[in-house]
């Protein structure tokens, strides 16, 4: 009688442990594309957040550019043969001040002092320099075609003039892209916690659910090896019954 009881529970038993197993895969399968998902939610967002940053990188270089060129102090400015080096933006100042054909020089009360250039003479002057002519400023020298040197003197002030301006340009459009990147910063620092807010919304309920199953895991495991404890204990009674019968 013991034994064909012990026979019963081993079949109930081995049923159970069978049953359990084929859940306890179910889970684990479950649970792996629970995880997958979670992983290609994580992929996705990543490149995201890498688009965000090379875009607000490209806002910031492409405004950078912009504000260079349109002021002339870009790449297409910069005449890198000049005598130094010269650009668009000095080349455009100088022109402006030449707008009724001649410039006078003037003392620090503002009063003329006789001397004066045209804009074909400083045109002049600058194809020289340009082309590595030397000016004789001081000295005792004559100056150099037909110009005094008053007059030379004159066209280096003004040389210097530009080239101020242009120093306090560079440091205007220094300050220019510095707000331009502390724009950009702050719109990337929201568009990037709006980013972080869609993952969490998509990542939570897979993450509840990764959870559960996890929770449900270890519940099944832990019945399993219950189960396989009991049937191993069966096993030993069946087979013990069978060896007092002398079987």
Known sequence: MALL???YQKFKLTREVNELSRKQLAIQDKKSRVTKNIERVQKRYTSLFQQLKTQAAQYEKAYNWYIQESSGLGMSGFNQYGFG???AFK???IASW???GSIKQKDQ???ETGVSLSKDDYQNLLT???GGGSFYIEGTQ????GFTKEQLAFYQSLRSQADYAQQTAQMQIGRKQQEMSMQVSIWQQAAEAQLELQQEQEKE???YEDTMLALEETSIKTQLELKKAELKECEEGVKDGIQSMGV
């Open 142 to 145: 004559d100056p150099i075609d």
């Open 205 to 207: 309920p897979l993450e």
């Open 109 to 111: 009360q503002g009063n």
């Open 98 to 100: 030449f707008k009724d």
């Open 85 to 87: 080096g010269t650009t």
């Open 5 to 7: 009881m012990y026979m």
């Open 91 to 93: 080349e455009q100042l």
């Open 128 to 130: 020289i320099q340009s």
